[in-house]
């Protein structure tokens, strides 16, 4: 059974749906503290769940992006762990530098909480979903619209970082993009809730092979 | 003209923001006695004399860029 | 400072004050006129209303906890439990409307943490004025932010709601919100009782400032042209603090280190500490200058009467007090020991170790006044003989439809719940866009939760409202294969000194609890909001209520949509009763009804109902509701973009005590058709769905038309907020 | 001391709360050129030296009061 270390912040609130999404694929969840630093050897992946780390203060992520466990998450990607952040752990990545860009408030500057279809344009070092295939999930975010400068946008267009666009973009983000990763691949962020889509009941099931990972 | 509104939690209200910064910058090591978040405005307003346009900026903040309930402004020209 | 000026200030009347001095055997001093004030509140003793609410049907053998504690707790077998409870916070949030409705949906979450469970939904019941009236777009603008800037940091998804709009909330909106928490199988039920002498008085959470201070006592009286000078420092919610209270709370509660808790709710700490020291039978000692504050200027006073948000009170015995601490510790929270638990039934309050007061909680909680306000008997306003479908006759094409779905009051409401996360906790079946939401528990079994209360049928016939609100929603439950188990409510009334509002008050409050009695499904916790009254112009009576229901399995859910070509609609009519409705209303027409089905009857037909859903076979289903058949027709080509064909004689526009229209399959429709009829239930074909116009009558609009006016209903009334 | 900090948008980054704000106010009448929603945040330093106490406020403010990727700042002394 792969381990998978689940970050916790002080207002992380979808900590619980990931540790079900986790377990779904037989996988083993355990929590790691953001105050506490980890051995990132003890584990195979991490994610980094959804919610309102510091109630959104000052900036969504920033606050977290300084909690110790950042330090040894740091570790890890150096080390080249898979590091997944869905939602508010997208824009702790992108705070913390581990991602490229930032994720700002929607277009439209409010809330907005509905169905999405995504399209996935490259893959990750661990993904193990097929390019261009469709799939659909509820995105719930203020704060969204992904940004980054033109040269840089270029370059990760170049570099195929762009992971996931929307088909209809809801919230105003450069180049639709719904989630990306770093340049090795190992680090990937999303907006949109693949642990919101585990069953049919809850009207979609396409986000249970974001947690199918073909790890080595 | 260019104005800048400072707009702050009144000291009376509890200000989250202020709140969980203060104690993040503390955790790692900042000595503060005091934090607030507050917003700041800037307000490039089409007129050329300086008192009517603070009379323009004033009219603005009152209208409703601050909740006299639990903010405070100062104006600042810049 | 004068005997009179000094009621004033406080809100006491005379009588009340000779109450408390014989009470006392001695005139109130110093801070005991802040704690009566308090606790003798409207808000806080329920003084006008408890001799009714005693009467409530309450009790059922699923019921674990009814009034008296935080919330109402139901029993849901398996190990799972739950509790709930609705809530209004209409004043504040007509004052501030963010800060107010997000305290609104901060403080019914506490009440339901505080017993141990896990909040697991919100919903919320709003009522404004006109879109014209003074503020309303601000105020719409700021309730709505307000409910969602709360609710998805906290991270409890809002499932379902109601919103009216209505020229009597002009001056007085109403915000009510509704929680329901979740107990598995080993989660301890925590209760507010204080006991065992010598142990701590334990104060947590976010620190005490000068917040709401008198805000009980405000919340109690109308609102008048000087309310402005009286506001209270604005309380300030903070989702992310309390995010750690829940988690913190629900730790040391599973780690068996709480021995009472209670939330700081109106009146803060004297409410809590009074309450329970009283229904522990036990005094406390409680040292005021030990309480965290945010203003070390403040008085003991205003310490006492401080309504700042996102506080406990807890009583832990003292070897478990330093593990407590490390807990709150780590989550970045302060626990502060503040006094003891003692055995002479005496509140002292310490400040500076100077004795402030020592009263006996009884005389501020159990022997607060209790009115028996001045109302009259009801008599009801249905006349059979003056209502018949023929007098009542309004244009029925494609103009009026449009005109009606394009309605501030009819069209969409998606602008309010697409800024509520709808699914954070991933257990959410059925969202806001659904007449039912639906939360799947743990054991695989759904909870099914709905609000009730048509204000335009309480403007009808008060009586008639109250059995309606909760019918009506229980039907919806029905409908959709949930057995209706228990009910909150929150009940928004005017001033109850005049007898008119009072009247009213016991017809609604009567009509409830005989329906809740039909349908077993006991009223277990709730609210009542007096005096929203502005000028002297009364808000229309409008007791909210909040239902939950249980299905057995997530499958045989029937959605709320035309879902298939050539499926087959039928009519399934639970009654006979009629009401000329809504439009009626709107159009200035004279508005009737008629309702003579018997409650054990319409009961026994609900019961039917759930148990053909649950077995299968039905595809979708909606109860029909105001502006009828022509409206509950529309609202379901709406998500698929099919359309359908209609064959039908009855009136579009009449509104029915009750129908429910159902798609099935054209295979299964006779079949089916045949068992509702068996079950008493009569049951016609009306039509098939298919085709992108909706057809009947006079009638042929494209789906598309009817989208596009029923989409475009809230950008046009509110113009500002889009 | 008591230290200021201004944090604007970039100008090349779209700034949707000061468009929105810009579209209100000019609906009411005001005419405005620009207008940028920015954050205005108070740090009361324990520290006497008011040079080591800017060093501070720069410190906190670079360890992530702002981004640099979308905004800059300005430090004053109040
Ligand atoms: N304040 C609110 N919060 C959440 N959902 C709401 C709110 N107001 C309305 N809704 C949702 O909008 C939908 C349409 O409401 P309504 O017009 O009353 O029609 P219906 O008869 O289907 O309930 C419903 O599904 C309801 O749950
Ligand atoms: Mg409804």
Redesign the interface.
């Given at each position: 059974m792969k381990k998978v270390g689940i970050l916790r912040f002080p207002g992380t609130n979808c900590d619980r749906d990931i540790w079900k999404s986790v377990e779904l694929k037989n996988q083993k969840p355990s929590w790691l503290w953001y105050q506490d630093h980890f051995n990132p050897k003890d584990f195979d992946a991490f994610v980094l769940p959804g919610g309102f780390s510091y109630g959104d203060y000052l900036r969504s992520g920033a606050l977290a992006a300084l909690s110790p466990a950042m330090e040894s998450l740091r570790e890890a990607n150096q080390k080249g762990f898979p590091i997944f952040g869905i939602c508010n752990g997208f824009q702790i990545l992108c705070e913390a530098g581990l991602l490229p860009g930032v994720l700002m408030r929607n277009k439209e500057g409010r809330f907005i909480d509905q169905w999405v279809d995504l399209k996935l344009r490259n893959q990750s070092l661990w993904s193990p979903v097929k390019i261009n295939q469709v799939f659909r999930m509820p995105m719930a975010h203020a704060d969204g619209r992904f940004y980054i400068q033109d040269q840089d946008y270029k370059k990760i267009q170049d570099n195929g970082q762009i992971w996931l666009t929307y088909e209809n973009n809801p919230n105003g983000s450069v180049g639709d993009i719904a989630g990306i990763m770093n340049e090795k691949r190992n680090v990937v962020g999303m907006m949109p809730h693949p642990d919101r889509a585990l069953f049919d009941w809850m009207g979609s099931d396409d986000g249970l092979e974001f947690f199918d990972w073909n790890l080595s | 003209m260019k104005f800048?509104l400072?707009?702050?939690?009144k000291t009376?209200?509890?200000?989250?923001?202020?709140?969980?910064?203060q104690?993040?910058?503390m955790s790692?090591g900042?000595?503060?006695?005091?934090?607030?978040?507050?917003?700041?405005?800037?307000?490039?307003?089409?007129?050329k004399s300086r008192e009517k346009a603070r009379e323009?900026a004033i009219?603005?903040a009152e209208?409703?860029?601050y909740?006299p309930?639990?903010e405070t402004y100062q104006l600042e020209e810049i | 400072m004068t005997l009179s000026e000094k009621l004033k200030l406080y809100r006491i009347s005379q009588s009340e004050y000779a109450m408390i001095t014989d009470l006392l055997d001695r005139e109130p001093q110093g801070v005991e006129w802040a704690i009566f004030s308090a606790l003798w509140s409207e808000h806080c003793s329920y003084k006008s209303s408890k001799v009714h609410l005693k009467k409530l049907y309450s009790q059922s053998p699923r019921v674990l906890q009814s009034f008296g504690e935080n919330a109402g707790i139901v029993d849901l077998g398996e190990g799972e439990k739950v509790a709930f409870k609705m809530e209004s916070h209409n004043h504040p949030s007509f004052i501030e409307p963010y800060q107010g409705a997000a305290t609104g949906v901060g403080g019914i979450l506490r009440d339901i943490f505080t017993m141990g469970a896990r909040p697991i939904a919100l919903a919320n019941y709003l009522c404004f004025g006109e879109p014209t009236a003074d503020r309303m777009q601000e105020l719409v603008d700021g309730v709505v932010r307000g409910i969602s800037g709360y609710g998805n940091c906290v991270g409890v998804p809002n499932i379902t709601g109601q919103t009216n709009f209505d020229k009597s909330y002009n001056g007085n909106i109403l915000v009510n919100a509704m929680a329901v928490g979740l107990f598995t199988k080993d989660d301890p039920i925590c209760l507010s009782k204080a006991k065992g002498v010598g142990n701590h008085v334990v104060y947590v959470g976010a620190k005490t400032g000068r917040d709401g201070v008198h805000g009980a006592s405000m919340a109690s009286e109308s609102f008048d042209e000087n309310s402005e000078s009286k506001r209270p420092t604005v309380q300030i919610g903070d989702p992310f603090f309390e995010k750690l209270l829940i988690e913190s709370c629900l730790e040391v509660m599973k780690k068996d280190l709480v021995v009472a808790i209670q939330d700081m709710g109106a009146a803060g700490l004297t409410s809590s500490s009074f309450e329970m020291a009283e229904k522990g039978g036990v005094g406390l000692t409680l040292r005021l200058d030990q309480v965290p504050l945010r203003d070390p200027s403040m008085t003991p006073e205003d310490i006492l009467l401080s309504e700042s948000q996102e506080r406990m009170l807890l009583v832990c015995e003292p070897e478990k007090l330093e593990t407590l601490v490390e807990v709150f510790e780590r989550w970045g929270l302060d626990a502060v020991s503040i006094g003891e638990v003692i055995k002479e039934p005496v509140v002292k309050l310490y400040f500076k170790g100077e004795l402030l007061t020592e009263i006996d909680p009884k005389l501020v909680v159990d022997h607060a006044p209790q009115y028996k306000r001045p109302y009259r008997e009801w008599s009801l306003k249905n006349d059979s003989s003056q209502f018949s479908s023929e007098s009542f006759k309004t244009p029925f094409n494609n103009k009026e439809l449009i005109d009606i779905l394009s309605d501030y009051r009819v069209g969409s409401k998606e602008w309010i719940y697409r800024q509520y996360d709808q699914r954070v906790g991933s257990s959410t079946m059925r969202d806001c866009s659904s007449p039912v939401g639906a939360v799947v528990l743990p054991s695989n079994r759904v909870l099914g939760v709905v609000l009730g209360c048509r204000p335009h049928i309480m403007r009808q016939d008060a009586y008639l409202g109250g059995l309606d609100s909760i019918f009506y929603p229980a039907l919806e439950l029905a409908s959709k294969g949930f057995e209706p188990l228990a009910v909150t409510d929150c009940l928004n009334f005017g001033n109850p000194e005049k007898e008119e509002v009072m009247t009213e008050f016991v017809a609604s409050l009567s009509g409830m609890n005989s329906a809740c009695e039909a349908l077993q499904a006991p009223i277990i916790s709730g609210n009542v909001s007096f005096y929203n009254e502005t000028l002297d112009q009364g808000v229309t009576p409008t007791p909210s209520t909040g239902l939950i229901g249980l299905k057995e399995k997530v499958e045989n859910t029937p959605t709320s949509d035309f879902e298939n070509e050539g499926d087959v609609i039928l009519l399934v009519n639970l009654g006979s009763g009629f009401s000329s409705g809504y439009l009626s209303e709107i159009r200035g027409q004279q508005s009737q009804y008629i309702f003579n089905e018997s409650f054990s009857s319409l009961a026994e037909k609900f019961k039917k109902m759930i148990s053909l859903v649950s077995s299968g076979n039905i595809i979708s289903s909606r109860v029909v509701g105001s502006f009828g058949l022509s409206n509950v027709l529309s609202k379901m080509c709406l998500k698929n973009s099919i359309g359908a064909k209609i064959d039908c004689e009855q009136d579009p526009w009449l509104e029915p005590f009750y129908q429910v229209v159902i798609t099935v399959s054209s295979i299964e429709a006779d079949r089916l058709a045949k068992e509702f009829n068996q079950a008493d239930m009569k049951t016609l074909k009306i039509g098939e769905v298919g085709g992108d116009t909706l057809r009947w009558k006079n009638l042929n609009l494209p789906v598309s038309s009817i989208k596009e006016s029923y989409v475009h209903s809230w950008s046009k009334s509110f113009p500002q907020l889009s």
């Open positions: - | 800048a400072k707009i702050l939690p009376e209200v509890l200000d989250t923001q202020g709140r969980a910064v104690k993040t910058l790692h900042f000595k503060l006695t005091d934090c607030h978040v507050g917003k700041y405005l800037v307000l490039e307003i089409e007129e323009q009219a603005m209208k409703g860029l909740n309930l639990i | -």
